[in-house]
Every structure is written in C-alpha cells, then in structure tokens.
C-alpha cells in the first residue's frame, strides 16, 4: 500500500514548535516523501519534500530516517495560520521516474492554541 | 501571477445530469493532475496529464468520468449521468516540471459538485 501512517490529529501552543511525525515503512529506495497541508475550504498547499537527505525550506524542516521508514516534519514556531491538515505523502517512483502521482492519507489534523 | 483555477467553484446537479468542471493551470505548466476529495477524506488521484496527453487515468472511477487537455493548457474534467456518490471536491493541480519527481504541485480551490 502506498499510504502513509500519520497521527489522527495532533495540538500545539502558538510559538512552540511541532513535530509531525509520519511512518511509510514499505518505501523503496526511489520513493520521495512529500508534505502538503491543506486548509478549510482550500485546495492542498505544498509544503516540503525530500529523498533521503534533510531538508529546509522557508516554512518547514523535513527530517528523514536513516532506514527512510519514517520521517518528521518539523514547524519551528507555530502560528495560528498553521492550523491545518497536514498530509504526508509518498510519491511512487518506480523505475526511477515519475510524474508526480500523490496518494494522499487521511492526514493529521493540527491544532494550534493562541 | 495568478495561481490555478477552477470553475465552476460550486456546481449542484440532479442525479443523471451531466456536468463539465474546468482547470485553468498556471501557464507553461507541463504536468496536471485532477483529484477527487470526498468530505473528510484526503484528496484521491483521478488522472493525469502531460502536455495534452493523458499518461494515466487509472484513477477514473468509472467509464462515466472523462477529461481532456487538448491542446496542453486548459483542462475539463466531464462527468456523464451524475450519481450522489459523485459528490465532492474535485481538484486541479499543476507542476512546471515533468518526469522524474515534478516536485511542488500547485492546486486549485476545487469544485465542489453536489448531486442531489
């Protein structure tokens, strides 16, 4: 199955950091992790991706395992606007291409407390 | 610049009507990808296009859904003789690249079609 493991929901304090976590045991080698989050009435907002190495970006870190069966997507000071679901993604890359394909979860859904 | 978009952004239809929902992407966009996100549900793959050539439609529910890009821009997504469980969002998304890993999807706000 090419879904990933997330938490059903998840709280946080405004300024604090959260760290959402996200189990894709069954991922090959080729396999990218990606990070969209999706709030009310929108379409999904793309977050962060990732192969193998860490990575940062202006919104978010991505930490990723070494053995790639789980990953962390890390949002260093909350805010309110950052309540949303969040989902983890694996994007299949078999044969070492791909056109980008998501399968998405059910996500984790972020609470953020002022 | 402007980013994706979709219309109609709610669409009701009776059971057994057709309807045809459209995705303007990002201009030079390469790849487009329509979803489908049932209430609660995270948003499921529906088909894809690269240029104005479907690649996969694997996602299509039935021989009742059909979509088209032709000539790589515009996209529209039809659906023949609606039932209620074509209820839901139905989303377009669209990346600059093509092939290994596009990288960022940029998406719409969604349709959201009701059949009642």
């Known amino acids: 199955d090419a879904k990933t493991t997330q938490p059903n929901s998840m709280e946080s304090n405004e300024e604090e950091p959260v760290h959402l976590p996200c189990n894709h045991s069954t991922i090959s080698g080729t396999d990218y992790i990606h990070w969209y989050r999706q709030l009310p009435s929108q379409g999904p907002e793309y977050v962060i991706h990732?192969?193998?190495s860490n990575v940062n970006n202006r919104m978010a870190s991505l930490a990723i395992a070494e053995d790639r069966k789980s990953s962390t997507l890390i949002l260093h000071r909350a805010t309110l606007r950052d309540a949303a679901v969040y989902y983890c993604i694996r994007e299949a890359n078999a044969g070492g291409t791909s056109y980008g394909k998501l399968t998405f979860g059910q996500g984790t859904i972020l609470t953020v407390h002022p | 610049g402007a980013g994706v978009s979709q219309s109609p952004r709610y669409k009701v239809a009776k059971r057994g009507q057709d309807v045809a929902l459209r995705c303007d992407p990002i201009s030079g966009h390469v790849s487009l990808f329509w979803y489908q996100q049932a209430l609660g549900q995270g948003p499921e793959f529906l088909t894809y296009?690269?240029?104005?050539?479907?690649?996969?439609k694997s996602g299509l529910p039935s021989d009742r859904f059909f979509a088209e890009r032709p000539e790589g821009s515009v996209s529209t997504l039809k659906i023949q003789r609606t039932q209620q469980e074509d209820s839901a969002v139905y989303l377009c998304?669209?990346?600059?690249?093509?092939?290994?890993?596009?990288?960022?999807?940029?998406f719409g706000p969604g349709t959201r079609l009701t059949v009642t």
């Open positions: 990732g192969l193998t």
């Open positions: 998304a669209s990346s600059l690249a093509s092939g290994a890993s596009v990288g960022e999807q940029y």
């Open positions: 296009f690269q240029n104005e050539a479907q690649l996969d």
